[in-house]
């Protein structure tokens, strides 16, 4: 409960920063082990991924499958930095790292937490003209246990694909809110 609570407050404090400057756009997507939220504005998409679950690394890749997505993978250190690290995989492989990935993700701190209560982690990316954004998410309870983006990766715990409606308006009413958890 105290997840799910925390997650609202973090929705609603995000959705009443941005509602300033307009309509949010986004959509939300929850599997058994984590959340997917994607904001969108006119020059960014932020993704903020929220465990559900104990958490090692939580992904988020771009395509409809494993094989070939553009996957942005976060953890946090010990040392209370969190890596980023693009990649992609020829299959159900470990995932390489990408050396050029077409749109390059950036950490997003305002909407990063890691707590007893609470592990969310969020990136941006350029904003693209994606409206139907397949997608897949992947989750493992293993801590990569290094800050290198290039560091092995014990395999996730589960994993699936979504869809997102990017084109979709955010109801800033906590109701709404409540029903998309
Ligand atoms: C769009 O969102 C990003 C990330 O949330 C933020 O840094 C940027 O300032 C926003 N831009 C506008 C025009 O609102
Ligand atoms: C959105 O993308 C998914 C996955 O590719 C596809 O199954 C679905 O039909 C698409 N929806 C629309 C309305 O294009
Ligand atoms: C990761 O690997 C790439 C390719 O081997 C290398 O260029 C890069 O310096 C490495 N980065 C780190 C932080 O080790
Ligand atoms: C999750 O992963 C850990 C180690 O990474 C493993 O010990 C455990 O059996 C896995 N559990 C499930 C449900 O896959
Ligand atoms: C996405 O949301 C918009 C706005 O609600 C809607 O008009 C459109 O039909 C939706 N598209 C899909 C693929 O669901
Ligand atoms: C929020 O949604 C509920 C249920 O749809 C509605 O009864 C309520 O009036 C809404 N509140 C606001 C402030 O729009």
């Known amino acids: 409960m105290i997840w799910r609570f925390s997650l609202i407050f973090l929705v609603l404090s995000l959705v009443a920063r941005q509602s300033h400057a307009g309509n949010v756009q986004g959509d939300n997507f929850c599997g058994d082990l984590m959340c997917t939220t994607a904001f969108v504005n006119s020059t960014a998409i932020t993704y903020q991924m929220t465990a559900l679950t104990q958490m090692g690394w939580m992904a988020v890749g771009f395509g409809t499958q494993m094989t070939d997505a553009k996957m942005v993978i976060m953890w946090p250190n010990s040392d209370g930095s969190i ?11 470990e995932p390489v790292p990408d050396p050029s990935p077409p749109r390059i993700a950036t950490t997003y701190q305002p909407l990063t937490t890691i707590s007893s209560t609470m592990n969310t982690l969020s990136f941006t990316v350029p904003k693209d003209d994606t409206v139907n954004q397949s997608a897949v998410w992947a989750l493992s309870f293993t801590n990569p246990d290094s800050t290198s983006p290039n560091a092995s990766l014990i395999i996730h715990n589960d994993s699936g694909a979504f869809t997102l409606n990017l084109s979709k308006e955010f109801d800033p009413n906590i109701t709404q809110i409540r029903e998309w958890l």
Do not use: K, N
């Open 83 to 93: 890596s980023l690290s693009q990649r992609t995989a020829t299959g159900h492989v």
